[in-house]
């Protein structure tokens, strides 16, 4: 008896494992940087915090956002500083929201 109480418990603990593994798993990360170069639905970023470039894809469904509104992403230009929220997805990063912090392009 004493056997199968345990067993039912590690179960359900078991189980309540499994969805927050699986959040966990979706949750975005985050980087910051400068543009590089845009191009192709690519955004090559120099990161902040590393001494490396990094690309990053984006799609229809990216949200781009400048001064806490939607944008567009032809506002995006080389220079600019932008923080990306993204799933990693091997090389390629796929970016899932983009903000642009820094709005001055470079000439």
């Known amino acids: 008896m004493k056997t ?5 418990i590690v ?3 078991l189980a309540a494992m499994v969805p927050a593994s699986a959040w966990a798993a979706k949750a975005p990360q985050m980087s910051m940087g400068t543009v590089q170069d845009v ?5 090559q970023v120099q ?7 990094q690309t990053f894809t ?12 939607g944008t567009e992403p032809t ?3 080389k220079g600019q500083d932008v923080t990306i929220y993204y799933q990693p ?11 642009i912090t820094c709005p001055e392009k470079a000439p």
Not at 39 to 43: M, P
């Open 89 to 99: 997805a091997g090389k390629t990063m796929k970016a899932e929201k983009i903000i």
């Open 11 to 13: 179960s359900l603990a």
């Open 58 to 69: 984006y799609d229809d469904k990216t949200r781009f956002e400048q001064n806490g509104t």
């Open 39 to 43: 191009k192709d639905h690519q955004i």
């Open 4 to 8: 199968r109480i345990f067993a039912w």
């Open 75 to 77: 506002s995006l230009g």
């Open 47 to 53: 990161l902040h915090n590393r001494a490396q470039t």
